[in-house]
């Protein structure tokens, strides 16, 4: 599988891997913020919101969304003459893949570089807030630095980054499901995260056979 919204991941993960040129991935660095990792988090969420804009866009031509009373101008929204927000997002999404539950091993922890290794994969839960009825926080980082990028520029943070980014990996695992389980994926998707809802069924190395189960 060869699309556009895969090419933009790649992308967007090797810039993410750039900052870890001279920021370790490792949660001691997590609060450390810059001018370049706001370029990226705000890049990366700004792909976020087109990728969740597409996906609801394409549920709704295929089957009946749960809740969509609780988003207003639903039809307009669907037919692209307006936008849906944030909090439709959760609305419509959350009941049907159940996002908050999604878990990533974090491939490029840097744990390794601490004087006591826990030895165990870095897991991350990018929708996790949305369990506690809470805003994303990386999504809040988002949009402050949208408002006023000088004055908030200590949101741009590596671990609203990192958790952006597994966010629209979640995203696109769900999107394509099909693809992803059956190992039509380019490896390097997998270079930052791995999925730990899904089941290792084959050879991460080999994009033929299926992958997930």
Not at 38 to 45: G, N
Not at 70 to 77: D, G, I, L, N, W
Not at 84 to 89: D, G, R, S, T, V
Request: some cysteine; aromatic content about 14%; hydrophobic content about 40%.
């Amino acid at each position: 599988m060869k699309t556009l919204e895969v090419e933009y991941y790649v992308e967007l993960q090797r810039r993410t891997f750039d900052i870890f040129r001279y920021v370790a991935c490792h949660e001691s660095n997590f609060g450390a913020f810059s001018i370049v990792i706001e370029s990226v988090l705000v890049d990366i969420c700004s792909f976020f919101d087109s990728l969740c804009q597409n996906f609801i866009r394409s549920l709704a031509s295929g089957c009946v969304l749960s809740n969509v009373a609780a988003v207003k101008e639903y039809s307009a929204k669907v037919r692209g003459s307006r936008d849906f927000n944030i909090a439709e997002y959760q609305a419509l999404l959350e009941p049907a893949f159940s996002l908050s539950e999604k878990q990533l091993a974090l491939n490029a922890y840097q744990d390794h570089l601490q004087k006591e290794p826990s030895g165990s994969a870095y897991l991350l839960r990018p929708f996790a807030d949305w369990s506690k009825g809470a805003p994303l926080t990386w999504w809040k980082a988002f949009t402050d630095l949208k408002h006023d990028r000088l004055s908030n520029l200590s949101e741009a943070t590596l671990g609203n980054t990192l958790n952006a980014m597994g966010g629209v990996f979640v995203l696109l695992t769900q999107k394509h499901e099909d693809s992803f389980k059956e190992g039509h994926v380019d490896r390097e998707i997998y270079r930052l995260f791995q999925p730990k809802y899904w089941t290792r069924h084959g050879s991460v190395m080999n994009v033929v056979t299926p992958l997930w189960k």
